[in-house]
């Protein structure tokens, strides 16, 4: 009879102590971009009894990419922020890290934020994690569990430089047969991809008169080139110059850039005479997905 009543008391305290406090999670709006970042806002509504701490921790050791599981983003990369004092908290796998605390009863509303920082160096797809919630009071503990989800469009940024090039030819190497000058430096082009990518050339507007060539000189990052023995005609057609892999740092939380060098060569022909003036060839290079 004695086990009976204890087993009630304690039920009773069991129950007491939940309805003391209380936590609500509430998501508000999409996930959104700032710079290389990922940021998801939410509210926290809190009800709270005296001497009083919010915590949260990590439930996984990363977000995990549902549609290629292998690809993961590390919790070290995730932090939450108190908007109203700007207090920013490293969220932790398992461990749970104290975001905010006090000592009255008291109703809070606040609002926080979630970043994913150098989102973008991560493969492309939708990510989720759980983040768990934690309010520990005088009047008891509430947990609530927070799944955070985002999806990583694919990222290929190319920037060329210098993007026009002159090769200067005078006036008495104009009239020599099947006379070829290479430009005095070659174009960089800088390329950004969290997705293995190649780099794509097409030449447009063609000069019947003159004929303009290139050569693939060098490239970082173990990119893989073509076109790199000799001078090749520039194309009418696409023509793969080079490819690689995600151009993400080593410590792979950042995305890095792979410089491509390419030259270029032009040619007269036989008993060509060209007036002063400029023959441009307009050439156009792109991304694509490998």
Not at 169 to 189: H, K, M, T
């Amino acid at each position: 009879m004695s086990f009976f009543l204890i087993a009630i008391v304690c039920l009773q305290c069991f129950n007491k102590t939940y309805a003391g406090s209380n936590l609500t999670i509430t998501k508000l709006g999409n996930p959104y971009s700032i710079g290389n970042d990922t940021i998801q806002d939410i509210s926290l509504s809190l009800k709270t009894k005296k001497n009083w701490k919010l915590l949260v921790t990590s439930l996984n050791n990363g977000l995990l990419n549902t549609s290629s599981p292998s690809n993961r983003i590390p919790v070290s990369r995730i932090t939450i922020q108190d908007n109203s004092s700007s207090n920013i908290y490293p969220v932790q796998y398992i461990t749970p890290v104290i975001i905010e605390s006090g000592n009255n009863n008291e109703n809070i509303d606040a609002r926080y934020s979630i970043k994913i920082s150098n989102s973008d160096a991560s493969y492309p797809g939708t990510y989720t994690g759980n983040l768990l919630f934690s309010l520990v009071s005088s009047g008891g503990t509430n947990v609530e569990n927070f799944t955070l989800s985002f999806t990583q469009n694919p990222v290929q940024d190319i920037s060329i430089t210098p993007n026009h090039l002159n090769i200067n030819v005078d006036s008495q190497n104009s009239l020599l047969n099947n006379y070829s000058q290479e430009s005095a430096s070659p174009v960089r082009i800088y390329i950004r991809s969290n997705q293995k990518w190649k780099l794509v050339l097409k030449g447009i507007d063609r000069n019947n008169s003159l004929s303009y060539a290139f050569k693939v000189l060098s490239g970082t990052n173990n990119a893989k080139l073509y076109y790199n023995s000799a001078y090749t005609l520039l194309p009418d057609s696409n023509l793969t110059i080079a490819e690689g892999d995600p151009t993400v740092f080593s410590d792979g939380n950042s995305l890095d850039s792979v410089v491509i060098e390419v030259n270029y060569r032009l040619t007269t022909g036989n008993s060509s005479i060209f007036p002063a003036g400029a023959y441009p060839y307009n050439l156009m290079y792109y991304l694509s997905p490998s």
